[in-house]
């Protein structure tokens, strides 16, 4: 077992690219969440899913933002048409259960110039 | 609706002083489970403990322990003896049972231990 993976761990891309990130959770982990955390914040939730169905969305979640989980393990995040303002670090976590403790990944550090 | 506060924006110490974080949480759930984590410069977070709302029992795990008072909705976190290993920044979170089962996280407490 070798923990949450996030892949890639640095992104640079041009204001209005699309991007796309991965994130593999502890294999026997039902439960992936998303979130994205800014520079001197908590960590703010985007998005979980309980095996392939996703179960919340925030609503920081707008629509240029769309997550996945086609066969209940791996996982993408993709932002379209990225702002300036989606620069930020992003996180995955996965746990067994609702109300156990989340595994965090070292996240997906993006940068949009 | 969830909220997590830490007053503590950042705090510092000298090493081997004993610092307590503060927690203070709302929810309108009645089963719900309270974590803090621990962010080093490295940035992954790391898990520190998870209790839930029908356990008020504290907790020490060596320098650590955890005081969760339900009367206060508080779930403060000491460092006993604190080392320069310590310094990170340090987040509360909550998780409700039945209201969506996301974590919610406080601001987080910055937290330099010095030499």
């Known amino acids: 077992d070798t923990g949450v993976s996030q892949d890639p761990r640095h992104k640079i891309t041009k204001r209005g690219q699309n991007v796309t990130f991965r994130c593999d959770p502890i294999s026997e982990h039902n439960r992936l969440y998303w979130y994205r955390q800014t520079l001197g914040q908590g960590p703010e939730f985007l998005t979980y899913f309980q095996n392939e169905a996703q179960l919340e969305k925030s609503r920081l979640l707008s629509d240029r933002f769309s997550a996945e989980r086609p066969k209940g393990s791996f996982s993408t995040l993709e932002i379209q048409r990225t702002e300036q303002g989606d620069s930020a670090m992003y996180l995955c976590?996965?746990?067994?259960?609702?109300?156990?403790?989340?595994?965090f990944g070292q996240g997906t550090r993006l940068t949009v110039v | 609706a969830q909220k997590v506060t830490q007053a503590q924006t950042e705090i510092s110490v000298v090493e081997k002083e004993d610092v307590t974080l503060d927690c203070v949480y709302e929810?309108?759930?009645?089963?719900?489970?309270l974590f803090w984590y621990k962010q080093p410069p490295s940035g992954e977070l790391v898990f520190l403990i998870r209790r839930n709302s029908f356990d008020e029992q504290n907790e020490i795990s060596g320098r650590y322990s955890w005081n969760f008072q339900k009367s206060t909705s508080s779930f403060n976190f000491t460092i006993t003896a604190s080392q320069v290993v310590d310094s990170a920044v340090y987040f509360c979170?909550?998780?409700?049972?039945?209201?969506?089962?996301?974590?919610?996280f406080g601001p987080g407490t910055r937290l330099s231990v010095l030499p």
């Open positions: 929810t309108r759930d009645t089963t719900y489970y």
């Open positions: 976590a996965s746990s067994e259960r609702g109300g156990d403790e989340a595994f």
């Open positions: 979170a909550l998780s409700e049972a039945n209201y969506g089962q996301n974590f919610v």
